[in-house]
């Protein structure tokens, strides 16, 4: 039994070409539209979904983004989301809440020089995103150690992140692999806040 249902929605037509978009690297804090980035909310950007939150959001180019938050861990693991599924009773962290588009789909971010298989795509040189159901399937038997897993993702239409960064709700930060992937997300927001802060005052 898969762990994920189909995707539909905007996921339908905005994963295919992000599986196939390779931009040059490097962006903007006011454009960020080149890169794989990460986003940490300012303290002043108090939104009940994404305040206190840290995103990894990648560019689909033409002003679209999609992205995951990766400090929102559920009070359930992949066991109890997949009970028919034996491999994830083996995985015992829990399942982050990854955004509120298509939360019926499960995706895995896998630390790994190298892809994972179909339907994966590098975000830095060491975190791939991996988007098929049947690779999600594999990674969960055989690198669960090296992953973490997602209900659900961040979708950006065209230009919607270029003026959230206008307004300032978000600090960037290169996606480093033990930020995308760090042991623990308790405290990590308020610890990229302070280090985003330093960068920001030249410190």
């Known amino acids: 039994m898969s762990t994920r249902n189909r995707i539909s929605g905007a996921l339908a037509f905005i994963l295919p070409v992000l599986a196939i978009a390779w931009i040059t690297p490097g962006y903007s804090a ?13 303290p002043e950007f108090r939104d009940p979904m994404y305040g206190e939150t840290i995103l ?3 560019s689909m180019g033409q002003g679209r983004h999609v992205g995951f938050i990766l400090n ?8 109890e989301a997949f009970p028919d599924h034996g491999p994830s009773k083996a995985v ?3 399942l982050y809440l990854g955004g509120p588009a298509e939360v019926n789909a ?10 994972p298989g179909r339907g994966s795509i590098q975000l830095s040189p ?7 159901a049947d690779t999600v399937d594999h990674v969960i038997e055989t690198e669960a150690q090296h992953a973490r897993f997602f209900a659900g993702a961040v979708v950006w239409q065209p230009g919607e992140l ?4 206008k307004r ?3 600090y960037v930060l290169d996606p480093e692999p033990d930020l995308v992937l760090p042991q623990k997300t308790e405290g990590m927001w308020q610890q990229l806040v302070h280090r985003a802060e330093l960068r920001e005052n030249g410190i």
């Open 106 to 115: 499960v995706f895995a971010l896998v630390a790994s020089s190298s892809s």
């Open 56 to 58: 990894i959001a990648r």
């Open 162 to 165: 270029e003026q959230e960064l």
């Open 30 to 42: 006011n454009l960020p539209d080149a890169d794989t980035v990460l986003l940490v909310a300012r």
């Open 168 to 170: 300032g709700a978000w």
């Open 126 to 132: 060491e975190v791939f995103l991996v988007i098929a």
């Open 92 to 94: 015992t962290s829990p």
């Open 72 to 79: 929102r861990p559920t009070k359930f693991s992949l066991a």
